[in-house]
């Protein structure tokens, strides 16, 4: 393919980011407010959650499953950060240790049934999206949300603080994603992850420690859901029962438009990036063009099939 | 989970393998010893009825996961049959609640029906998306359509033709369960007693083999997908009936129920496969579960938690089971 120039060969190499810039040259041909700093701040900012939970998809992807329980992870990250606050006076660290250690009860659950019980990823997070969906009506007797007017400043910071004028979500999102990045791209680590993915019955044999590396990966995702849940809950001061699963679809489609973009078609954090604020980008540009709610909703969703189909079929034709 | 062994099933492994069914049987008696009316007709009904939609589009994703195989992740699935479904149903409800006749609404629904399937068909077999990211995407999509086009909102219906599927007896028994009957039996004997059904069957379970055999199992996967999609358009009109009209956000519940219903069924086949008859089965089961503990006064934030237990509960004993072989 070396030295092929033409449509096709430039189809093949830029193809998705050519669409992703006709986009933004859309958008700001149609609303000038788009292409301005601030608004390109807010779609960071509006990505921020959604790209924490698309690392925690790209890191059970990356081990060859599906976590159809981020959404979960995330509102228990919510929910034991503020009743930690709320209801036990917990200042904002305790109360985000609370947070994340009750999210990672999610991953674990996954991870013993995936590990322990062999039922397949799908399965068992689907099991565990039901079963956490149910938890929390119980616990909210029907889903009324918890609102927590008074929270410690710290803890409140973590959605409306910003560290030299970037906002505080990006900020974590950012350094959650350095660190993803360096342990699934450039450590041995993510090298035993990858090979899992691939081939598990190959990296086994090779010596990996592939339940040891399932469960880690398991409870490590749902942590960092629920580090996404405390920024929702910081960012409007209360626990939203079920808000989580609006992440779900988005997440996953990320995470393999990412892929898709790989060349060997592995997901990838900076795949995963692209993708977060490919959508981001898109919601977007279509609130600033003033749309009825139902119809920009349709039209992202079409969006998100048809990138889909480009990223992927930009990758079957190398 | 497709190797074949020639040994039969140890007695361990068949007792493990008749769990799930044991399991469902020991907890309709207990609701029927608890909730007073529940081992009736009239409640039976209500369960067969309550679980017609379901029925269908099981039946449809039976289809395409037989054609596809049982990997959920690369095999077949089609997660956008309940969105097609609601698609169709507010179609319809639209267009009749605007005065139009029931024919043009129909043909109308069934296009948008075959538009779904032929896009899924294509972006699974000749982009190559896996069908889990084609039929996910494609339900956010086919939600999104169907929200532009009944706005959001709910629209009752009261056509003569809907209110006599919902209401209308055929020797004492609702007309809606036989019709429902008739369009899973049609589904069966294309799968299992035509040529056609038999390579879809051939593709799923290796597709090496069936394209070495000279099938187009390319074109027998996308048939799949326009078959479910078709389903889709059937339980519309049962979902209609069941409502009295279009409601936005039936699809979430359609779609959780289609899950559970479909791979509950594969765990009471004997070979832990998903299965038309086992997926029906499935359906009615989760209706009755369902329709059970309600009646039993259990509160209904407690359904998530015991069907979510009762998937994992019936897959693990399928795994260990598998693994006892």
Redesign the interface.
Known sequence: MVGTIGLRGIFIRFGFLLVFAAFALFFAVVNPVFATGGNLMNIAEGSAILLIVALGMTLIVATGGIDLSVGIALDFGAAFSIVAMQSYGADWVTACAAGVIGGSLVGLLNAALVVGLRVSPFMATLGTFFIGSSVQRIFTNGGGPISFRQMPDGFRNLAMGNVGGVPMEVVIAAILAVIYFVVLERSVWGRRIHAMGMQRSAATVAGIRVNRILIVCYVAAAATCAVGGLIAGASIRMFTPLSGFAYLLDAIAAVFIGAALHPRGRPNVPGTIAGVLFLGMVVNGLNLMGLNFNTKDALSGIILVSALALAVAQRRMR | MSDARIAPPSFGARALGSAPLILFAAMLVYIGLNAPNFLSLFTLELILVQSLPVVIVCSGLSLVVMTGGDD??SGGIDLSIPATAVLCAGIVAQWLSGDGGLGLATVMALLAALAVGL?NAA?VTR????P???T??????????N??VT??RRIGVDHPAILWLRDADVLGWPVSIPIALLVALALYHLAHRTRLGLHMQATGGSRDAAEISGLDTRKLQALSFVLAALAGFAASFFLLARGSGSSPGTEDNLL?EM??AT?LGAAFSPRRVVTLWGAVLGAILVAAISIGFKSMGV?V?????????L??IV??FG??AQ?GR
């Open positions: 959920v992740v896009v972006l982009i190559g998306v896996t889990l990211l084609t996910l995407s494609m339900f956010v999509a086919v939600v999104g359509i929200n532009v706005q959001s959780l899950v559970l791979f509160d934030f407690w359904t998530g938690l015991i069907k979510g237990s998937i994992l897959v693990a795994s260990v693994r």
